[in-house]
Nanobody
Framework: QVQLVESGGGSVQAGGSLRLSCAAS????????MAWFRQAPGKDREGVAS???????LYADSVKGRFAVSKDNDKNTLSLQMSSLKPEDSAMYYC?????????????????WGQGTPVTVSA
């Protein structure tokens, strides 16, 4: 089973940008859906963006127009470009993957998870 390792988190001021990366220990083309989730302290983990093997992308309403997810099968990497960051975007961000088809933003739809990378956005 592939292992996922997130990186790129950090602290940024509101309005700034960050790019998160998720490196897989093996080929990711076999995972038909991959996604980014986030969990703020005291809150449930929520889906942020999902991408499937066909390139179909689904975003949470809260990040539409600000975040962009992409996948590079050659580099076995999933990325999340975050722009116009807001304090409410502060959270631990997780990468997830599953072999099932179709974009999903529900936790139960993913079987493989990374350990997370923290993002803090100050006002």
């Amino acid at each position: 089973q592939v292992q996922l390792v997130e990186s790129g988190g950090g602290s940024v001021q509101a309005g700034g940008s960050l790019r998160l990366s998720c490196a897989a220990s093996g080929p990711i083309y076999i995972y038909n859906r991959m996604a980014w989730f986030r969990q703020a302290p005291g809150k449930d983990r929520e889906g942020v963006a999902s991408i499937d093997s066909g390139g179909i992308i689904l975003y949470a309403d809260s990040v539409k127009g600000r975040f962009a997810v992409s996948k590079d099968n050659d580099k076995n990497t999933l990325s999340l470009q975050m722009s116009s960051l807001k304090p409410e975007d502060s959270a631990m961000y997780y990468c997830a993957a599953d072999r099932a088809w179709g974009t999903r933003l529900s936790l139960s739809e993913y079987s493989i998870w990374g350990q997370g990378t923290p993002v803090t956005v100050s006002a």
